[in-house]
């Protein structure tokens, strides 16, 4: 973010703030995905049911498990907005995002049971891969 590639006169010039167009957006982009795992992440603690409905019934303990990733969502978004535990916080969100895609499979074999559209489970699959690549990009 720190180089601007655009032809756009002043697009890149800090602002008042000091920060040019591309950095106040990616801040604003950070702030967002924080504000979201925040929020997903307390949903966890406030609404369990909604999750161990979609817990693989192979995985031991779905309740705590449950709640310990729901804390690490938690724990995650808070140490993005942070710039010395910017960099963990990220690894530590794709590695929970990657673990919890068993569950997200899941959901999408038993979305009928769920009342949920077919087309809408099984597209949040790749959507996966997109938040990785958007709390990647957020450890800059």
Not at 20 to 28: E, G, K
Not at 110 to 122: H, K, S, Y
Request: charged residues 10%.
């Amino acid at each position: 973010w720190g180089r601007c590639a655009s032809s756009c006169p002043g697009l890149c010039r800090p602002s008042a703030s000091g920060r040019s167009l591309p950095a106040m957006l990616h801040l604003i982009s950070r702030y967002v995905l924080a504000a979201a795992f925040v929020g997903a992440g307390l949903l966890h603690f406030l609404k369990p049911e909604t999750y161990l409905r979609i817990m693989p019934p192979a995985l031991p303990a779905p309740l705590a498990l449950v709640y310990v990733s729901g804390f690490f969502e938690v724990v995650g978004a808070l140490g993005l907005l942070y710039g010395p535990t910017r960099w963990w916080a990220a690894l530590g969100l794709v590695l929970l995002l990657a673990a919890v895609f068993p569950a997200n499979v899941y959901m999408a074999q038993i979305a009928g049971q769920l009342r949920v559209p077919d087309w809408a489970a099984w597209g949040r699959l790749p959507l996966q891969a997109l938040l990785m690549w958007w709390v990647w990009t957020a450890r800059r």
